[in-house]
């Protein structure tokens, strides 16, 4: 049985819940990634921001990036066990459209499921189910 552990990126590194949003977006670039856990200082998830969320959110509404923490963009996420089965991370990611997926192991975060991780280990067919989905 293939599991989330088996497809998920490790070492995924977070940004603090009182980063700028600044500092965000230039973890973002140097790390070449689209989206970042937030983590609090207990060290726990709590949420993710995009690069989206920065453009629509902060630059589009004229917030100042220098002083907006980026834990003001954590809201809900979703996430799964590293033990859950692939199947699970599927459902999980198509039941609500997210594109990228925390991967946890008590209590911690430890990796991250993307679409690419997902392009890398499905079959074909069971890709595009997935992708019409997501982007239904």
Known sequence: MTTARDIMHPGVRCVAEDASLVEAARMMRDLDVGSLPICGKDDKLHGIITDRDIVIRAVA????LATTRAG??????HWVDADDPLEHVLETMGEHQIRRLPVIEDHRLVGMVSEADLARHLPEDQLAAFVERVYA
Do not use: C, P, T
């Open 61 to 64: 509404e004229g917030l100042d």
């Open 72 to 77: 003001e963009f954590g809201g809900h996420v």
